[in-house]
């Protein structure tokens, strides 16, 4: 027995300069210093680059995630403006702005439910007839061009504006989306500080402080944000109904309606809706399309010169050229919902990358003149 645990002894302390199996270097063993910390860098671009081929797999469900995160600034920002005439607990003013919701949903499908359904129905068959008319026209003024591309025209032009048209009650073509970013933004709003911490737990000690003004900056961003674009929709829509209404142009309600709703699409929506508007005004007459015509312009020049101008001073500097990029890569890649999404994305991924340049401006002031980052203490 006792040479038995001798020979196991020996075995577990080999003596030095001796290797056994068990202590040997395995094939992932990397004795080389430099090879070692360059195979560490190695896989750390490995695993951002899963992550990205991850997010992109899950670009849907993020995006959706995403708008909860907008739909809840957007009760909070309702909330806050609501606090400044009703003080009291900050639970019952987001039920208020909820019921608000809720209450104007409920009268725009009971009460021009059936009106603007049967609008829309119309819509395709009017967008038709005329291209056929613009069709006639050209073929009279020398300008040939074929049937299958103005057909062609308006079917792209139907398939853009059916998605809108369907998402007119909120439920239409989308219900378990919207329904969906509902919950997440009613959960987000209602104990933020959860998931601000939480998301701030992810990061080091020494970043976090950083991280949660970013996010102050972020929401307070997203939220005059979103307070421009409801204004802009608000106004415009209206206006829009309103002065088509009093000329009797056919579907006034259904134009002011999708009006107000491509404001949410900077850039892209106001030129959908006044090419939708005209159309529909032609269907009834020279006069009536150029009727319409005036309408578009005086209500995009009113909007563009003083209720943009107003709003702009408060709400995210977003170059326009930069988000109708942005809406031409989400909306190709993930349908209209990149499409709604993309200028709050850019903005939001605008102050990240500004923060982190004020970060870097002082931590280049903190290091001394001559002194590399490096060596600073």
């Known amino acids: 027995m006792s040479d038995s645990a001798d020979t196991i002894s020996v075995s577990a302390n080999p003596p030095p300069g001796g290797t056994t199996k068990s202590n040997a270097p395995g094939p992932t063993d990397i004795t080389d210093h430099t090879v ?3 195979a560490k860098k190695a896989f750390v671009w490995i695993g951002i680059a899963a992550l990205v081929v991850l997010a992109v797999f899950l670009a849907q469900p993020l995006l959706v995630i995403f708008g909860g995160v907008v739909f809840a600034s957007l009760i909070e920002g309702g909330q806050r403006l609501l606090g400044r005439i009703l003080p009291g607990p900050r639970a ?28 829309a129905a119309q819509f395709p068959h009017i967008i038709q007839g005329q291209a056929q008319r613009t069709l006639t026209w050209l073929h009279g003024h020398g300008i040939n061009v074929g049937q299958a591309d103005v057909s062609k025209i308006a079917e792209q032009v139907i398939g853009g504006v059916g998605p809108v048209t369907q998402a007119l009650g909120g439920i239409f073509g989308g219900f378990t989306t919207f329904f969906l970013i509902v919950i997440l933004g009613i959960y987000f709003v209602l104990e933020p500080d959860i998931y601000r911490r939480g998301f701030a737990w992810l990061f080091p000690l020494d970043r976090r402080p950083h991280f949660q003004v970013t996010l102050q900056r972020m929401g307070k961003s997203l939220r005059m944000l979103l307070f421009g674009r409801m204004i802009g929709m608000f106004t415009e829509g209206l206006a829009t109904w309103l002065l088509l209404a009093v000329y009797g142009v056919p ?34 007459g020279t006069d009536m399309g150029i009727y319409c015509i005036i309408v578009y312009l005086v209500v995009q020049t009113v909007d563009g010169n003083i209720i943009v101008p107003m709003v702009a001073k408060k709400t995210a500097d977003l170059a326009p050229a930069m988000v109708l990029g942005a809406q031409l890569i989400f909306g190709v890649l993930f349908g209209i919902l990149g499409l709604a999404l993309a200028d709050p994305i850019v903005a939001m991924i605008k102050i990240a990358l500004e923060r982190q340049a004020e970060r870097n401006d002082d931590e280049r002031d903190e290091t001394a003149p001559g002194e590399t980052p490096a060596l600073a203490t």
């Not at 909820?98 to 049967?118: E, H, K, R, S, T």
């Not at 850039?267 to 809706?273: K, V, Y």
């Open 36 to 38: 070692r910390q360059e």
């Open 92 to 119: 019952l003013r987001i039920a208020l702005v909820l019921l608000a919701a809720v209450g104007f949903l409920v009268w725009l499908g009971y009460f021009a439910g059936n009106q603007i359904a049967a609008q």
């Open 251 to 284: 579907m006034s309600a259904l134009l002011g309606i999708l009006t107000g709703l491509l404001v949410f699409l900077p850039n892209i929506g106001a030129p959908l809706s006044g090419l939708l508007m005209v159309l529909v005004g032609f269907s009834g």
